[in-house]
């Protein structure tokens, strides 16, 4: 049973960075973007819950965290184009709310690592786990300017899914590149395509206006 789940695993992480190659190549908006884009969520929703429940059948707090950043870059980016009116339900809170306290949890278990020389693990727990509580708090505090539409909602679609596609670029790597540093292989791709992301999300909000 194990072995199936992770054969699926895999196989839906191979589905999910085709299906965001094509959605990042097509026209935004178009029938293409959107089918290749909901294969995206629903290939990435697969791959982690079932990371998420291998980590609990083999116990690793380390990746059951990380399942749980993954899965929240994926939430928000789909639940941004879902919610067009850009108000908040009780699951976005409850999303964010799991990631805060995931995002702290993180900090903590990370930063007593590093402090007490524990290596990489530590290291990339801090880092994910900053990111995820940023990223929870500044949806809040977005929430509570007013709703977030318009181009501001599609930049936040975009960044997010581009987020989750690091994440599975990033297990593809853990996988197959085992022959370099732990830190460069968990971490160059949030280094090399985070910057990516800024670029393209400011290049959707110029201009832009809540509605």
């Known amino acids: 049973m194990i072995q199936t789940i992770l054969f699926l695993h895999i196989l839906a992480g191979v589905a999910a960075l085709a299906a965001a190659g094509i959605a990042v190549g097509s026209a935004k908006g178009g029938r293409l973007h959107r089918?290749?884009?909901n294969i995206y969520t629903l290939a990435m929703a697969f791959v982690g819950i079932s990371a998420l429940a291998l980590a609990?059948?083999?116990?690793?707090?380390?990746?059951?965290?990380?399942?749980?950043?993954?899965?929240?870059?994926?939430?928000?980016?789909w639940?941004?184009?879902?919610?067009?009116?850009?108000?908040?339900?009780?699951?976005?809170h409850a999303g964010g709310a799991v990631m805060a306290l995931s995002g702290l949890g993180m900090l903590g278990w990370g930063g007593q690592g590093v402090l007490a020389?524990?290596?990489?693990?530590?290291v990339i727990l801090v880092v994910f786990g900053s990111i995820g509580l940023t990223l929870a708090l500044s949806d809040w505090r977005d929430w509570a300017r007013g709703p977030v539409a318009g181009k501001a909602r599609i930049a936040?679609?975009?960044?997010?899914?581009?987020?989750?596609?690091?994440?599975?670029?990033?297990?593809?790597?853990?996988?197959?590149?085992?022959?370099?540093p732990d830190l460069v292989v968990w971490l160059g791709p949030t280094a090399l395509i985070t910057p990516v992301?800024?670029?393209?999300?400011?290049?959707?909000?110029?201009?832009?206006?809540?509605?």
Do not use: E
């Open 79 to 92: 639940r941004s184009a879902k919610v067009r009116d850009g108000r908040p339900r009780h699951l976005d």
């Open 117 to 122: 020389g524990g290596g990489a693990q530590p």
């Open 156 to 180: 936040r679609h975009l960044g997010r899914m581009l987020g989750g596609t690091i994440a599975t670029i990033t297990a593809a790597g853990v996988v197959n590149l085992g022959f370099l």
């Open 35 to 37: 089918r290749s884009g």
């Open 197 to 211: 992301i800024f670029w393209w999300t400011a290049r959707v909000t110029r201009g832009a206006v809540r509605a």
């Open 56 to 77: 609990v059948v083999h116990p690793n707090p380390f990746l059951f965290a990380v399942g749980i950043f993954s899965l929240y870059l994926v939430f928000t980016g």
